[in-house]
């Protein structure tokens, strides 16, 4: 069956530092991936995408990096800031406009 | 000018109850979804319409009846509810595959 992301881990990272959150798929067949970002009490938010065709994209401070081999994606975070803590979800567009969310990552910036 | 907007916020009622969430987008969107998101953050799809159509079913229980008067809006009726249809549920809109604007969802309680 589909399925995309791990059981929701939890990062925890000094401000200032860079962030690393992984994700993996299971549905080959998906061309078109995208990360999105859920602060407490507010919906998720896009953040950045990329296609199958790519294997590396670059936003303001994000980057989003796809193995297609080892069906693994992982967002970069650099200089984590504080306004950064939330939960982080990979989402995997399936065909017919269908999106499969992972699990979610909690990402902790301490001061 | 919310983008996609949800009524109510939050909402406590009984077993056995009938309630009904709306939805709205001023986006222009053609596509809206409804997704439930449990305790434990997971995000599933429910349902997809296309400019008033349904496309998607997630094997959801028929108490769930979203309903589509218009593009700009899906509302969801629930029928009967049950101590697991407590979750937040979101709304969102999407102009392509993948790329969705959710609302700041609604959070459900039942008694």
């Known amino acids: 069956g589909e399925s995309v992301g791990l059981h929701l881990p939890t990062l925890s990272v000094q401000e200032g530092d860079n962030s690393i959150i992984n994700c993996a798929y299971s549905?080959?067949?998906?061309?078109?991936f995208i990360w999105y970002k859920q602060e407490s009490g507010k919906g998720p938010q896009f953040i950045i995408d990329?296609?199958?065709?790519?294997d590396k994209r670059q936003g303001q401070r994000v980057t989003v990096l796809l193995n297609k081999t080892v069906k693994h994606l992982s967002l970069q975070i650099a200089a984590t800031q504080p306004g950064d803590s939330a939960v982080y979800f990979c989402?995997?567009?399936?065909?017919?406009?269908?999106?499969?969310f992972g699990a979610g990552t909690r990402l902790f910036v301490k001061a | 000018d919310t983008a996609v907007s949800q009524t109510p916020k939050y909402l406590v009622t009984q077993m056995g109850n009938d309630k009904s969430i709306k939805c709205e987008q001023n986006?222009?969107?053609?596509?809206m979804y409804w997704y439930k998101q449990d305790s434990k953050k997971f995000l599933k799809i429910m349902f997809s319409?296309?400019?008033?159509?349904?496309?998607i079913n997630e094997t959801v229980p028929n108490r769930f009846s979203p309903k589509s008067p218009d593009k700009a809006h899906l509302n969801l009726h629930i029928n009967s509810l049950e101590l697991g249809d407590s979750a937040v549920y979101f709304c969102?809109?999407?102009?392509?595959?993948?790329?969705?604007?959710f609302g700041e969802g609604s959070r459900l309680t039942v008694l």
């Open positions: 969102a809109s999407s102009p392509m595959p993948g790329e969705l604007f």
């Open positions: 549905n080959s067949a998906s061309d078109y």
């Open positions: 990329i296609r199958s065709n790519m």
């Open positions: 989402a995997e567009e399936t065909g017919g406009f269908k999106t499969i």
């Open positions: 986006l222009g969107h053609d596509t």
């Open positions: 319409y296309n400019n008033k159509e349904l496309i």
